[in-house]
């Protein structure tokens, strides 16, 4: 099959669309992708790249990368983040129908983290390629807008809710990753439109991977029980509930929090970290993904924490499923799907999300838990992970699901 893919974010940075696009290949499907300027989480544009113009790139020596100009996200605020949504839109607007000439598609695939307005370029060449435009929903919209604060309005949140009907309308198939996404999703949309598709990621390259860690890092993970997050470090993630949980379990030795990673929220959670003397919270920054098995083998347990938002009830963070397949115990801070997933899963165990001590209390339990039954709820995850979750397979359902669409279509 032959596949457009359409992305704001793509390799360098740590998505798992890169993974999916590796798998395609690998199974002999022919995909270009359409993406912008690496700078997530930081807000930089990475080195060897520009913010400006079109550059050509290659991924994993064979895949073509149209990259269009984009304005970083900077250090975060409404002004960047409003510039750097339209500034994908705008260049995928004017470049990409000429980029694009002379080439032909079955399918054109989004992959939409926020912002859903990241579709808006594929609406055109859907009808100018007479393809199947699909769209990986991973981030509800307007809701997601209001969870966060980042718009409060209640007619901005209605307008927004207008463009998100406009673009799944033009829509032909809507991908989503968590069923709890179906009902909201089906107030802007037709519900025959919608799949469940889960996210994955890619073991057997992780496996395969060659990392290093600091030998202080190193020291914390072998020598106490670490409980580790990992990724973005911003507002959805409750970071104020890590914190003080951080204060109520520095009565006892040898439990750490450490949250690696990047993001919005990382200089309020150094400040925190020295305003508050929290020698157990470690902020070792962000790592490439490849490092990530060597730390999560290292783990004491793996946590995952949203805020306590209907919106985020809904979601499976991607993490989980990093998490599952890591084989280590999980600790969820959250309701809803994702902790669902981790009950049914019997790969650990969840509280309520904002709630330190519920949160601390778990986490003592688990440090004290035999390391037989540890084990155990990590064998659990891992094989629920090859049974839901697993790239290949979901690869392979993936381009199934295209080729059925597109035909009754």
Known sequence: MRILLVTQYFWPESFIISDVVRELVKQGHEVLVVTGK????????????????????????????????????????????????????????????WLLRNREFDAILVFAPSPITQVIPAIPLKWLKKAHLAVWVQDLWPESLSATGFVKQP???????????????????????????????????????????????DVEALSSAVAQLPADLLVELEQNFCVVFAGNLGTAQSLETLVETA??????????????GSGSRLAWLQEQKTLHRLDNLLLPGRFPIEAMPLIFARAGALLVSLKDEAI??????????????????????LRGEGAHVVIEAGAGRACEPEDPSALAALIYTMKNLPAAELQAMGEAGKAYFYENFEMSSQVTRLVEILDTQRKER
């Open 38 to 97: 690496p700078n997530y989480p930081d807000g930089q544009i990475f080195s060897g790249y520009q913010a400006g113009g079109v550059q050509h790139d290659l991924f994993e020596g064979g895949v073509e990368l149209l990259r269009v100009p984009l304005w970083p996200r900077g250090k975060g605020g409404a002004k960047n983040l409003i510039f750097n949504y339209l500034s994908f839109v705008i260049s995928g607007l004017v470049f990409c129908p």
């Open 155 to 201: 007619y901005l949140l209605k307008g927004i809710g207008q463009l998100v009907k406009a673009i799944y309308a033009n829509c032909d198939t809507l991908l989503v990753q968590s069923k709890a996404f179906v009902e909201p999703i089906a107030r802007y949309t037709r519900r025959e439109k919608i799949v469940y598709y889960p996210n994955s990621i």
């Open 247 to 260: 204060k109520k379990l520095e009565q006892y030795e040898g439990i750490r929090l450490v949250l690696v």
């Open 312 to 333: 985020f009830a809904q979601t499976i963070p991607s993490k989980i499923q990093a998490y599952l397949a890591a084989g280590r115990p999980i600790i969820a801070s």
